[in-house]
């Protein structure tokens, strides 16, 4: 088994965080799979961790990962 679960994130310019369980159901909710980003989620937050947690998570990942990037 895992030590982590990947979830698909996407990122506004206002913070906010919108995450998928994967690419297809992001793309049939009208979402260009071009812009998510794969999030290694460690499987103990995954499975016993709230919601906000796991956007928290995703959220400073990507804001981590997008300063190192040099993306916005």
Same mark, same amino acid.
């Given at each position: 088994m895992?030590?982590?679960t990947a979830l698909y994130a996407l990122r506004f310019p206002d913070g906010s965080v919108s995450l998928? #369980? $994967?690419e297809l159901?992001?793309?049939d909710r009208g #979402? $260009?799979?071009s812009k998510l980003v794969r999030?290694? #989620?460690p499987r103990t937050m995954f499975i016993s961790g709230s919601v906000q947690e796991v956007?928290?998570?995703v959220a400073q990942y990507l804001e981590t990962h997008q300063s190192q990037t040099g993306t916005a």
């Open positions: 895992a030590d982590t998928y #369980i $994967d159901y992001a793309k #979402i $260009d799979s999030v290694e #989620i956007r928290e998570y």
